[in-house]
């Protein structure tokens, strides 16, 4: 039996590659489209670059308890940063209000989860 297959290397795939883009795109369009992806993937780039900025924005913000709290601000304060909220500018009244919230949306997808294990 005789067999036909294609004993084709890596750099040859990418002349056929090229030569069928030459074909499909014509020798003008070819390098606007080479621009359009070159620009498609630094924005992809970019987008990756600035959720990993954030993710290492989130990450890094530790609590750190030296000690017994002293008041109710403080401990307002101490569960927020952990919940991922900024304490600073808000009074009491909204700290406690966004603290409720979140951890409503806590325990709200916790039992989701556990609905669908």
Request: proline share 3%; no cysteine; hydrophobic share 35%.
């Amino acid at each position: 039996m005789i067999e036909h297959s294609l004993n084709i290397l890596g750099s040859e795939w990418i002349i056929i590659i090229f030569v069928a883009l030459i074909l499909f795109l014509g020798s003008g369009q070819l390098p606007g489209a080479a621009r359009k992806l070159g620009r498609a993937v630094s924005e992809y780039n970019n987008a990756k670059t600035d959720f990993q900025n954030q993710v290492k924005e989130v990450s890094n913000e530790t609590v750190n308890i030296s000690g017994p709290v002293e008041n109710e601000r403080q401990k307002n304060e101490i569960i927020a940063k952990s919940l991922g909220i900024k304490p600073e500018g808000k009074t009491d009244e909204m700290l406690k209000k966004l603290i409720e919230d979140r951890m409503g949306q806590k325990k709200i997808n916790d039992s989701e989860n556990q609905k669908q294990d």
